[in-house]
């Protein structure tokens, strides 16, 4: 099984529109896709139709109640399944103080099997920030994806997410890495779209000074343009695939699936006819 974080501590980069589009474009490959929504916003929960409102077990149990993991999966379309936010979450920094091991929890969730749906790929949807919610990502992952928006204030966070990622690999997870970089709301028509992408070319290209969590790091080729369908999307609960299959932000988000796939040196399985 593959783990991925989509992780960025600024907000209103992509982060979300990633964690649920690329779910949906791996999903729509062939293999099957388990998306952990670790926001408290629950916007990749709302996104798919699993808002809190529904009252389902969700994530926020699963960490700080002991609910089983395989009672917290729940499918949304073929082969994508959701394991849904609650606005409680945003307590479980507090909750979780006392707890010994609370950095652990979701890997040993996710090593579960009772109950739960086999994955190809399980894709963790992180909160905005450097907290507990994001430590259990990284400490459950192989692999991080970074969203970021080509201006100077998304650059700006970029080496303190770097080192908190080789201090989770150092102390919890040895096994992490960031796998890559992603641009999102690219405007192809601006100077500083193209510049900041290739500072961030240049950053990844640096070779022998690198940490060992980004050795291998790299910028995708694939360019997530801005496109009013993908803000539009979450207000009909739809993955951009349902609710505007032909636009750009699909083509976009189709372009990365094939990439991600690559990278593990797999390809999209056949659809049945």
Not at 112 to 131: H, K, N, R
Not at 200 to 210: I, Q, T
Request: net charge negative.
């Amino acid at each position: 099984m593959r783990s991925i974080a989509i992780i960025n501590q600024k907000g209103g980069v992509g982060k979300t529109t990633t964690a649920v589009n690329l779910s949906a474009a791996l999903a729509g490959s062939g293999v099957r896709v388990g998306l952990i929504d670790l926001d408290p916003q629950a916007h990749a929960s709302l996104h798919l139709g699993l808002g809190p409102q529904r009252g389902l077990p969700n994530t926020y149990e699963m960490l700080t109640a002991n609910k089983p993991m395989g009672e917290v999966w729940h499918a949304v379309q073929e082969n994508l399944w959701v394991a849904p936010s609650h606005i409680d979450l945003a307590a479980a920094e507090v909750e979780l103080a006392g707890v010994v091991g609370r950095e652990l929890i979701l890997r040993d969730a996710l090593a579960e099997t009772a109950g739960c749906p086999v994955f190809d790929y399980v894709i963790i949807d992180c909160p905005p920030s450097l907290g507990i919610l994001t430590i259990n990502a990284l400490s459950a992952v192989e692999d991080v994806v970074l969203p970021l928006q080509p201006h100077f204030l998304a650059l700006h966070g970029l080496s303190k997410l770097l080192q908190t990622i080789e201090l989770v690999r150092r102390r919890l997870n040895d096994r992490l890495r960031l796998a890559g970089v992603v641009l999102c709301l690219y405007d192809s028509a601006t100077k500083l779209a193209a510049e900041v992408s290739a500072d961030v070319a240049a950053f990844f290209a640096e070779g022998p000074e690198r940490q060992a969590a980004w050795q291998h790091a790299r910028l995708f080729a694939t360019r997530v343009r801005r496109n009013i369908r993908l803000a539009e999307a979450p207000s009909f609960e739809q993955s951009i695939f349902k609710y505007a299959p032909q636009s750009a932000g699909a083509e976009d988000y189709r372009a990365l699936a094939d990439e991600v796939l690559a990278m593990y040196g797999e390809s999209a399985k056949p659809q049945a006819a």
